[in-house]
């Protein structure tokens, strides 16, 4: 098993975080990111929080020895399940990997809160683990090659997200200011 | 917006996110603004107000862009995994959070 964790602030409010969070793809940052489909969504009449759930598809150069060994594609697809609370202001979103699930999951968490009217704290963590009863170092193989690629995601997700936060809000101060 | 797997169903997709948003947008700051000056009455109240009208607007295009999706993740034998991956983990009630503090 192997854990990934960070934790980095956003200079914008929490709603405009959450606002942008659903026009980040596609990002040139984030060119893995291909589809987006929305699965199932409802908003609670009682509490006001919304749950999405959304099928991503991403495209990836796989190293040719996952290719031979597990059968897969370059083609991956992650469900991903959100929680927004307006009245509580947090966003919390669960994803795990549809593909190659039999062999390894990629279980990841973010959450996103308010730490000052104009700053989001934006968290993420990660577990990544060989599922099968594998040859050790197979399994070890493997799972850092996972935790790579993870890592190269995040940070490309990190920068892809504040160019879209910026774009988005920056424009409309600007047609606000003129 | 980025494309639906099936080609066939972005126009739909497209359709749909375009309403959520749109919904959303003047859905949520409100609702951080009742969780602040409104009683726990008034902010149901407000919910339930805004849950039926996402249902009023984007209903019907969320319908048809749902069974557009449906097939596609079928034909590409993703439906199963999706049901695997429910199964294993339903995520059906929000994930419990850290006490926040109040703004």
Known sequence: ??????????????????????????????????????????????????????????????????????????????????????????????????????????LERIQYIPTSPCQTSFSQTAEIQARMAMWRSMADKMESWLVQRFEQNARLGKAGFSDVLRAMWETKQHEVAS | MAHSLSPECTPLKHAYDSCFNSWF??????????????????????????AEEFEQNCGAVWGKYKECVQKALKDRGLDELLEQARQDNPLRTPPSSQPRRSP
């Open chain 1, 1 to 106: 098993m192997h854990f990934f964790s960070q934790t980095f602030k956003y200079d914008h409010p929490w709603s405009h975080v959450i606002i942008g969070m659903w026009h980040k793809y596609p990002n040139p940052h984030c060119t893995h990111v291909v589809t987006v489909d929305v699965v199932d969504r409802s908003v609670d009449p009682e509490t006001g929080i919304v749950r999405t759930e959304r099928v991503l598809g991403c495209k990836q150069k796989t190293p040719a020895w996952i290719v031979k060994l597990f059968g897969g594609s370059e083609d991956a697809f992650v469900r991903e399940v959100s929680y927004i609370d307006p009245t509580a202001q947090t966003a919390t979103i669960t994803s795990v990997n549809l593909s190659l699930s039999q062999f390894a999951t990629c």
């Open chain 2, 25 to 50: 947008e003047g859905y949520l700051e409100p609702a951080i603004a009742n969780s602040q000056k409104l009683s726990e009455g008034q902010r149901n109240e407000y919910a339930k107000r805004k």
